[in-house]
Structures are given as structure tokens and as C-alpha cells.
């Protein structure tokens, strides 16, 4: 007897994406079946997708929850079909793709984990990256939550996860309307009291609103959950002292940062906020000591890099307190290093010239 070919089917949910088309099918047209759920667009995305040979089915969700949706489109591929993956209009996938899917489905890897990468060199290689999983079996999978929504077996069934070679690549659209996610993360949060995500990205998009009081209350129900990725925990020890700050309460910015570095101690993202805190109040010591760590900890691929504290920021702030405690040698050789990250930064230059001045002055009493 025959061996049964393999189906793969990539699906979505689609609003106003027609931009996003042409590279969407490029990306995934090794597929058995394209097939898009388009939930009212009023722009030519229906029109493209069919023009390309994409299935496209009309949906209404209405109250809107991504998790609803979701399950839509999925309801909509055909029985047959082996192995889904969940594909963004804004993501495409990396070549070779169908070759590693054939192989986790032949070895029994049902849900397999893989490299969303947000930020990339130009070759490809990711700079910020987390790891998803919306690569699934057609069947005994179905989507959770209103919003961040994820994929899980319908019966809780354990399966052993392994990652395969394949990356997605997501172009955000900076450009999308959220002013829904709000709702349906305090939403997630009220259905799944205790899920360290939905409380995590309801203090984020609070922060993102700059609702200061309610990204602290946030915070502190969110790290009182007890588990969750300690650079997500630092994160939002983050938010929680910039939300300090924006109240004015310098105090407890500080604290807030300082936690930040203990939930994670490896992440120098947490130490660079916490530099920046100390300089803004004058702590030069915990300033030198919390931006001098970027010569000890080794940087982490993530999507919570932030790439102007490695590649300037925390040199200039290592620089700024080494001046002030009269390390004046240091000052110069990690101020040279912050214009190396940023030569096109007039402060450091100028900043430069000083530090340069007072190592002079300091030899030469």
C-alpha cells in the first residue's frame, strides 16, 4: 500500500491586510491549502488573495475575540489535512519550511516549537526572537483567551514538544488600530485570574496608555502569581518604575528597578533602567554598579533586547558615573566606546571632550 502524502494547510484571520498578500502567499505557497478567514475588509485583501489561488472564506465574530476567531478559520479546513500552521498576514515563513514540517510529523512531533523572530540582520539571522508554537495537528487543538491567544489540545493531552528549523519572520504593522486590546486583556485577565501572561501584557498595554496607577496595581498582581520568564517578571518591574517616575515618585522608581535586576539578574536590560534611575536621582555608585554589568553579563536574543543599551547607552551611563566618582580614566575609554555605538550623537562627543579634559586635569594637578 501507498504511503499517504502529508497535508499541510497554512490559515489566518485577515482584516484591511492587503499589503501583506503577496508576500504571505510567496512565504507559504508550498502548502496544500491557503486558506484566509476575512472578517469585513474593505480593501482589495480579497481580491489579491483570490487573484493568487488563496481559499478565502468570509467570517463574522462579533463580540470580537481573537481566540473565537481563530477557531473559525481552523473549523474551516478540510478533515484531512495533517498539520496546521497559523500564519499572520505581517509574518512569512522561512524557506525550506515544508521540509522540517514532513519531518516533525513524521516523527510523531504534533506541535513543535520554532523561532518567531521580530528584528533580524540583513542576511536573516535573528537579533529578537522568542519561541512559538502555533505549528499544530489539524485535530484536538483549539484556540484559548480574548486576546494573545494561544493554541492548545482540546483535552489537555500532553504532548513531547521539540524544535524544528523553522523561523517565522513578523514585520509588525505599527499601523494597526488596538485600541480593542484594552478590553480584552482585562477581559482574559477576569476569565484566567491567574495566568502569568494575560496579567503580564495587561500591565504592558497599561503602560502603553501610561496609566500609571493601574500598571502598578497590574505589577504587583502579576509577580504575586509566582512563576512566568524571569525577563517578562523584569519587564514588568520596569514598567512598574517607569510608572513611578511618570507620578513622581522617584523613591519607588528606584525600588521598582532594583526588584527588576533580582527577578532577573542576568537580563542587563533590568540593569540599564536601573543606571538610568540612578543617574536621574544622583546614586553614582549603583549608576557605575548597574551599567558597568554590561561587561560581565552576556547578551540574551530575546524580543525584550533593547539594542541602545548594548550598543551605546550603557556605556555613556558607565561613563556619565564614572566621571562623577572621579574614575576619570574609565569615563574616557567607556565614553570612546559609546560614540563608537552612536558616532552621530553630539552629547557624547561633547561629553567626550570633557571627560578627555578632566583625565588631563586629574594627571596634571
Known amino acids: 500500500m501507498e504511503d499517504k502524502v502529508m497535508k499541510i494547510a497554512i490559515y489566518t484571520i485577515a482584516l484591511n491586510e492587503e499589503k501583506h498578500v503577496k508576500d504571505w502567499f510567496e512565504s507559504g505557497k508550498d502548502a496544500d491549502l491557503l486558506l484566509i478567514a476575512d472578517t469585513g475588509s474593505t480593501d482589495n485583501t480579497v481580491a489579491e488573495a483570490k487573484k493568487l489561488g488563496i481559499e478565502v472564506k468570509e467570517i463574522s465574530v462579533n463580540p470580537w475575540r481573537f481566540d473565537t476567531a481563530r477557531n473559525a478559520s481552523l473549523a474551516l479546513l478540510p478533515k484531512d489535512i495533517d498539520m496546521c500552521i497559523q500564519l499572520d498576514m505581517d509574518e512569512t515563513l522561512s524557506p525550506g519550511w515544508r521540509k522540517e514540517v514532513e519531518k516533525a510529523f513524521a516523527e510523531d512531533n504534533f506541535w513543535p516549537t ?35 491567544e494561544v493554541i492548545e489540545p482540546k483535552d489537555g493531552a500532553f504532548y513531547p514538544r521539540k ?86 515618585y522617584m523613591h519607588w522608581a528606584y525600588e521598582w528597578a532594583k526588584k527588576g535586576t533580582q527577578e532577573a539578574p542576568e537580563f542587563y536590560e533590568a540593569w540599564h533602567w536601573r543606571a538610568q534611575i540612578a543617574h536621574l536621582m544622583g546614586k553614582w555608585s549603583d549608576c557605575y554598579y548597574s551599567a558597568t554589568k554590561i561587561d560581565s553579563l552576556e547578551r540574551q536574543i530575546s524580543h525584550l533586547n533593547n539594542l541602545d543599551a548594548w550598543n551605546w547607552w550603557g556605556f555613556d551611563l558607565a561613563a556619565l558615573s564614572a566621571h562623577k566618582l572621579g574614575f576619570h580614566q574609565e569615563a574616557v575609554d567607556f ?14 562627543n561633547s ?15
Open 114 to 148: 520554532y523561532k518567531q523572530v521580530t528584528s533580524w540582520s540583513p542576511d536573516g539571522e535573528p537579533i529578537n526572537f522568542f519561541y512559538y508554537f502555533k505549528i499544530h495537528h489539524r485535530h484536538n487543538f483549539a484556540w484559548k483567551h480574548p486576546i494573545h
Open 163 to 248: 524544535e524544528i528549523d523553522v523561523r517565522t519572520y513578523h514585520k509588525q504593522d505599527v499601523t494597526k488600530d488596538r485600541t480593542s486590546y484594552l478590553k480584552l486583556l482585562q477581559m482574559a485577565v477576569s476569565e484566567s485570574p491567574n495566568d502569568w501572561r494575560m496579567n503580564h501584557y495587561l500591565c504592558r498595554e497599561y503602560s502603553y496608555k501610561a496609566d500609571f496607577q493601574n500598571v502598578i496595581h497590574s505589577a504587583y498582581k502579576a509577580l504575586d502569581i509566582g512563576y512566568g520568564w524571569d525577563q517578562e517578571r523584569a519587564s514588568t518591574c520596569i514598567w512598574a518604575s517607569q510608572a513611578a517616575q511618570g507620578l513622581g
Open 335 to 348: 565614553g570612546l566606546r559609546a560614540i563608537k555605538g552612536n558616532p552621530s550623537l553630539e552629547r557624547l
Open 351 to 365: 561629553n567626550q571632550t570633557f571627560y578627555e579634559k578632566s583625565l588631563k586635569e586629574s594627571l596634571n594637578p
